[in-house]
């Protein structure tokens, strides 16, 4: 079993910051990739930033340079820094990971349920 957990969402004032967790947990050999999505109502879940296990790191137009994602293999956790927040961020924030459950195995995407960011103006 794998399971992946968010942590750190909340309310904030717009120009604030947030600091958003996930900790991959389970039966787990190697994450690849290891990411934020996330989906605000009545629009479709989109990509917010994704980090490889080299520290590889890109992030959507509209985060970058407010959002930094990172990561820390040892725990199987990815981070993702908000600063600057917006209102328009206000969405539920989902972890996402491509990962391995045994050696030699496919990489497959899983996901956790979420967490929810609310930017007030």
């Known amino acids: 079993q794998v399971q992946l957990v968010e942590s750190g969402g909340g309310l904030v004032q717009a120009g604030g910051s947030l600091r958003l967790s996930c900790a991959a947990s389970?039966?787990?050999?190697?994450?690849?990739?290891m990411g934020w999505y996330r989906q605000a109502p009545g629009k479709q879940r989109e990509l917010v930033a994704v980090i490889t296990n080299v520290g590889s790191a890109n992030s959507a137009d509209s985060v970058k340079g407010r959002f930094t994602i990172s990561r820390d293999n040892a725990k199987n956790t990815v981070y993702l820094q908000m600063n600057s927040l917006k209102p328009e961020d206000t969405a539920v924030y989902f972890c996402?990971?491509?990962?391995?459950?045994?050696?030699?195995?496919?990489?497959?995407?899983?996901w956790g349920r979420g967490t929810q960011v609310t930017v007030s103006s």
């Open positions: 996402n990971a491509a990962l391995q459950r045994y050696s030699g195995g496919v990489f497959l995407d899983y």
């Open positions: 389970g039966s787990i050999f190697s994450i690849n990739r």
